[in-house]
């Protein structure tokens, strides 16, 4: 049994007691009526460049992010990498296209994808499958934010049997649901500027410390398996591994921004200059996202899974545990505690964006659509408040009672699922040509196919498609994309000619603009 | 605003900088080795992390460019230090 850490349990209580203040006191923040949904939920879209940089880093690179992809090196070695070009193309797609929707969305009041697909195409069915894909898909990704402060509060040795066992994360919990509940949006945003800093603090002393530390990077690399150093080339008639690391890099970065918590932060922002400046700012986060990725070989280098003081961590963890390890054994006590509370906080940025955003599609289109069409502004931003609390308390409850190990397939499958919404979202920005009905047939078909594929594939990401001898593996999310699309295509012009009704756009040609 | 401004703010050559880091990032091939090493880091790992560089700096320059051509200028300016609404 680990000893408790109490140097960097203190330093770790301690910011965490601080962000709570700060979660709190953020309600007073650019002051709005919380009572009003777009305040609570959108924070009044006032977020100028720097506030959005912070907000949306944090958002987008969550806590499980970095122990996940670290340990993917750590364990599978090369193939991890694939986060950097997924990182990198990114950022034309949000330069490009999110500008377009922030105006709109904007201009007519719209708070999440699904307003927009309602008004742009008028079917409110298809509004509901955006809805019902956005908020099943964040679910998971919640719990997995909370299994990243679970492994920090493993690393600092807090350990104990049933209630006691799982007490600490269920404080961090509260303190999440609360300062969510009173200050909305505000909240994470302010504790973001704090988990950035400590993120970075960490990850640059972690790579001018470690490596000296190790003897140098050559020394590190030379630790590493030869076929896990490189991605294996592929043999005849495949695309192998070069295949499966472009698609997941593709199909990863088109996905990214059609997660409700991603439109969140996004349209926080006070301009679409704020979104267009950001996709320049935002690589920062790249950049270190890629140094940590390298952790996992510092820690495989380290040999952390051979020491016993780390034998309980890997067992309970697995390879997440990796970089918490290496921090362990690198790091004195007390900075052992601003990385881990770097990590244990930024769960909670990312877990409070994902629960205000799955509440405002609760609010906005379902309750609003279909139960209640007319609440008063009061009564709506109140519901809204109300799901957020019960989004968190399904994602807990799902992390203390079913296995990690399922969150984290019902993660991937919800990369595969987001992904089928780009068409009536990312394309409906750009154009009404298709017809809602087929945007809807297409959304079912790559639904169907993908969730068939990835249990076909035994719930990985990797599908491994063979076209007339050629053998291509690659993401599921990707190639159910492409018979999305090609469906939407195909049935368009079949249904146009039913549809009586005129055109239902609500949107102007010139909405999508400044 | 004229009819040739709003073509002109749905489309910049510029945005063909975009096309080079899909391609250099999305093609294992080009950088799928051990060698040449830098500071003993392999090519396969250090290549990447450059193009998340460049990658900043081109759209930091498409950015530059597409907002001097003045067809983004309407409307966005003003909110631009995050007060105003």
């Given at each position: 049994?680990q000893?408790?850490?109490?140097?960097?349990?203190i330093?770790?209580?301690?910011l965490f007691?601080?962000?709570?203040?700060?979660?709190?006191?953020?309600a007073?923040?650019r002051?709005g009526d919380?009572?009003?949904?777009?305040e609570?939920g959108?924070?009044?879209?006032?977020?100028g460049?720097i506030?959005?940089?912070f907000?949306v880093?944090g958002?987008?690179?969550?806590?499980?992010t970095?122990?996940?992809?670290?340990?993917?090196?750590f364990?599978?070695g090369a193939i991890?990498?694939?986060?950097?070009?997924y990182?990198?193309?990114i950022?034309?797609?949000l330069f490009?296209?999110f500008p377009?929707?922030w105006?709109?969305c904007?201009?007519?009041?719209?708070?999440?994808a699904?307003?927009?697909?309602?008004?742009r195409?008028?079917?409110?069915w298809?509004?509901?499958?955006v809805t019902?894909t956005?908020?099943?898909?964040?679910m998971?990704y919640?719990?997995?934010q909370?299994v990243?402060?679970?492994?920090v509060?493993?690393?600092?040795?807090l350990s104990?049997t049933g209630?006691?066992?799982?007490l600490?994360?269920?404080?961090?919990?509260?303190?999440?649901a609360a300062?969510?509940?009173?200050s909305g949006?505000r909240?994470?945003?302010?504790i973001?500027?704090?988990?950035?800093?400590?993120?970075?603090?960490?990850?640059?002393a972690?790579i001018?410390v470690i490596?000296?530390k190790?003897?140098g990077?050559?020394s590190?690399?030379?630790?590493?398996?030869?076929?896990k150093l490189?991605l294996?080339?592929?043999g005849?008639?495949t695309?192998?591994?070069?295949?499966?690391?472009a698609?997941?890099a593709l199909?990863s970065?088109?996905?990214?921004?059609?997660y409700?918590?991603?439109?969140t932060?996004?349209l926080?922002?006070s301009?679409?200059?704020?979104i267009?400046?950001?996709?320049?700012?935002?690589p920062a986060?790249?950049l270190m996202?890629g140094l940590?990725?390298?952790?996992?070989?510092?820690?495989?280098?380290?040999?952390?899974?051979h020491?016993?003081?780390?034998?309980?961590?890997?067992k309970?963890?697995?390879?997440?545990?990796?970089?918490?390890a290496?921090f362990l054994?690198?790091?004195?006590s007390?900075?052992?505690?601003?990385a881990f509370?770097?990590?244990?906080i930024?769960?909670?940025v990312p877990a409070a964006i994902m629960?205000?955003?799955?509440a405002?599609l609760?609010t906005?289109?379902?309750h609003?659509e279909?139960?209640?069409s007319n609440?008063?502004?009061?009564?709506e931003?109140?519901m809204?408040?109300?799901?957020?609390?019960?989004?968190?308390?399904g994602a807990?409850?799902f992390?203390?009672?079913?296995?990690?190990q399922y969150a984290?397939q019902?993660?991937?499958?919800?990369?595969?699922w987001?992904?089928?919404t780009?068409?009536?979202?990312l394309l409906?920005?750009y154009?009404?040509?298709?017809?809602?009905?087929?945007?809807l047939i297409g959304?079912?078909v790559?639904?169907?196919?993908?969730t068939?594929m990835?249990?076909a594939?035994h719930?990985?990401?990797?599908?491994?498609?063979?076209?007339?001898?050629?053998?291509?593996?690659?993401?599921t999310?990707f190639?159910?994309l492409?018979l999305?699309?090609v469906v939407?295509?195909i049935?368009?012009?079949?249904?146009?000619?039913?549809?009586?009704?005129?055109?239902?756009?609500?949107?102007l040609?010139a909405?999508?603009y400044a | 605003?004229?009819?040739h401004?709003?073509?002109?703010?749905g489309w910049s050559?510029?945005?063909?900088l975009f096309m080079?880091?899909?391609i250099?990032v999305l093609w294992?091939p080009f950088?799928?080795?051990?060698?040449?090493?830098?500071?003993g880091i392999p090519?396969?790992?250090?290549?990447q992390?450059?193009?998340v560089?460049?990658a900043?700096?081109f759209t930091a320059?498409?950015?530059?460019a597409?907002?001097s051509?003045?067809g983004?200028?309407?409307?966005?300016?003003g909110?631009q230090?995050?007060?105003?609404?």
């Amino acid at each position: 049994m680990q000893a408790i850490n109490w140097p960097a349990l203190i330093v770790f209580v301690l910011l965490f007691g601080f962000i709570t203040w700060l979660g709190f006191a953020a309600a007073h923040w650019r002051k709005g009526d919380l009572d009003l949904l777009h305040e609570w939920g959108l924070a009044g879209r006032r977020f100028g460049t720097i506030i959005t940089w912070f907000l949306v880093g944090g958002d987008l690179y969550t806590a499980y992010t970095f122990i996940a992809v670290p340990a993917l090196a750590f364990g599978a070695g090369a193939i991890a990498f694939f986060a950097v070009p997924y990182t990198i193309i990114i950022y034309p797609i949000l330069f490009l296209a999110f500008p377009r929707l922030w105006n709109v969305c904007h201009k007519h009041g719209y708070i999440t994808a699904a307003d927009f697909v309602r008004g742009r195409f008028g079917n409110r069915w298809l509004a509901l499958c955006v809805t019902l894909t956005g908020i099943v898909a964040t679910m998971p990704y919640i719990a997995l934010q909370l299994v990243g402060i679970q492994v920090v509060i493993g690393g600092l040795g807090l350990s104990g049997t049933g209630f006691l066992a799982d007490l600490p994360l269920i404080i961090a919990f509260v303190i999440l649901a609360a300062f969510t509940y009173s200050s909305g949006l505000r909240a994470p945003a302010s504790i973001a500027i704090v988990k950035d800093i400590l993120i970075y603090v960490t990850a640059l002393a972690a790579i001018i410390v470690i490596p000296i530390k190790l003897g140098g990077f050559e020394s590190i690399f030379s630790a590493i398996p030869p076929d896990k150093l490189l991605l294996a080339s592929p043999g005849a008639n495949t695309t192998g591994a070069y295949g499966s690391y472009a698609t997941l890099a593709l199909g990863s970065a088109l996905a990214l921004f059609l997660y409700p918590h991603s439109l969140t932060a996004i349209l926080s922002a006070s301009s679409a200059h704020t979104i267009r400046r950001n996709a320049a700012m935002l690589p920062a986060y790249s950049l270190m996202l890629g140094l940590l990725a390298l952790f996992g070989f510092f820690a495989f280098a380290a040999g952390v899974a051979h020491l016993p003081e780390f034998e309980q961590g890997f067992k309970e963890f697995g390879n997440n545990f990796a970089v918490p390890a290496l921090f362990l054994h690198a790091f004195p006590s007390w900075f052992v505690g601003i990385a881990f509370a770097a990590i244990g906080i930024g769960a909670l940025v990312p877990a409070a964006i994902m629960s205000i955003a799955a509440a405002n599609l609760y609010t906005r289109n379902i309750h609003r659509e279909f139960i209640n069409s007319n609440p008063t502004d009061k009564q709506e931003a109140q519901m809204a408040k109300w799901v957020s609390l019960i989004v968190k308390f399904g994602a807990l409850v799902f992390i203390l009672f079913v296995p990690t190990q399922y969150a984290i397939q019902l993660q991937l499958l919800g990369g595969i699922w987001i992904i089928q919404t780009l068409p009536a979202v990312l394309l409906g920005a750009y154009t009404r040509w298709f017809d809602s009905w087929a945007l809807l047939i297409g959304w079912a078909v790559g639904i169907v196919a993908g969730t068939a594929m990835a249990y076909a594939a035994h719930l990985t990401p990797i599908y491994p498609l063979t076209i007339g001898g050629l053998s291509m593996p690659g993401y599921t999310a990707f190639y159910t994309l492409i018979l999305n699309l090609v469906v939407a295509v195909i049935f368009t012009p079949l249904l146009k000619p039913l549809s009586s009704a005129p055109s239902t756009d609500k949107t102007l040609p010139a909405d999508y603009y400044a | 605003m004229s009819e040739h401004q709003k073509a002109r703010r749905g489309w910049s050559w510029w945005y063909l900088l975009f096309m080079v880091q899909f391609i250099a990032v999305l093609w294992p091939p080009f950088y799928n080795s051990v060698e040449p090493r830098w500071i003993g880091i392999p090519f396969f790992y250090w290549y990447q992390l450059l193009w998340v560089i460049i990658a900043a700096v081109f759209t930091a320059i498409v950015y530059f460019a597409t907002e001097s051509e003045g067809g983004h200028v309407a409307g966005g300016r003003g909110a631009q230090n995050g007060q105003q609404e």
